[in-house]
């Protein structure tokens, strides 16, 4: 069975502060790798999707994706109050097809 | 900016009831997908559908389940006979591609008595 580890949390930080959130993938197949972010009752939401090794950034967001350790991470920069959710990681299983296998999610309180 | 909606956002149904929900994803996608969520729980694929096919399905996905892609836009999701089991959110999404990014509906929270 394919998995994605993610903590659990809660992960506090203060507002302004870098929020760090990781992620393991056990299919070293895996070629999408992408970071959804889940208010309480909604939809993932898309935060950043990475497809090679190394950084991508997108306003205050850092995707990192290392695939020889099966392991990928965003970092929030400024973290705000309206930040405070629950970051899914998500891994597009190409081996097998398109299906995306979620970890169980971060959640990440930010405090004012 | 276009977006995955999905009806209706709230369905509640007897056991052994059908229920049909629907979605209509983003006009220029390609593959389209269920996942549910459990209150509490990760989010589960439960199957992805391409040119008018099922690509590939979960073991949740069983004969109790199908899809449709009934006219140019619609996409729908039918449980034949419901379990209590089936109290869930479940979330239609597209993409373009395989690889590409799967955009989310906003969920049918389906709730069986």
């Known amino acids: 069975q394919k998995e994605v580890e993610q903590n659990s949390g809660p992960l506090s930080v203060p507002e302004g502060a870098i929020a760090s959130l990781n992620c393991t993938y056990s299919?070293?197949?895996?070629?999408?790798f992408f970071w959804y972010r889940q208010y309480s009752g909604k939809s993932p939401e898309l935060i950043m999707s990475?497809?090679?090794?190394g950084d991508k950034e997108d306003g205050r967001f850092t995707a990192q994706l290392n695939k020889a350790s099966q392991y990928v991470s965003l970092l929030i920069r400024d973290s705000q109050p309206s930040d405070s959710a629950t970051y899914l990681c998500?891994?597009?299983?190409?081996?097998?097809?398109?299906?995306?296998?979620f970890g169980a999610g971060t959640i990440l309180r930010v405090k004012s | 900016e276009p977006e995955v909606t999905q009806t209706p956002s709230h369905q509640v149904t007897q056991m052994g009831q059908e229920v049909i929900l629907r979605c209509v994803p983003i006009?220029?996608?390609?593959?389209f997908y269920w996942y549910r969520q459990i209150l509490g729980q990760k989010v589960e694929f439960l199957v992805s559908?391409?040119?008018?096919?099922?690509?590939?399905k979960s073991e949740i996905f069983d004969d109790q389940f199908s899809v449709e892609r009934p006219d140019g836009s619609n996409f729908t999701l039918k449980i034949r006979s419901t379990k209590l089991e089936d109290s869930a959110m479940y979330f239609c999404?597209?993409?373009?591609?395989?690889?590409?990014?799967?955009?989310f509906g906003p969920g049918t929270r389906l709730t069986v008595l």
């Open positions: 999404a597209s993409s373009i591609s395989t690889t590409d990014t799967q955009y």
């Open positions: 299919d070293r197949g895996s070629q999408s």
């Open positions: 990475i497809y090679s090794n």
């Open positions: 998500a891994v597009n299983e190409r081996e097998y097809g398109n299906k995306l296998v």
């Open positions: 006009s220029n996608h390609l593959y």
């Open positions: 559908f391409y040119n008018n096919e099922i690509s590939e």
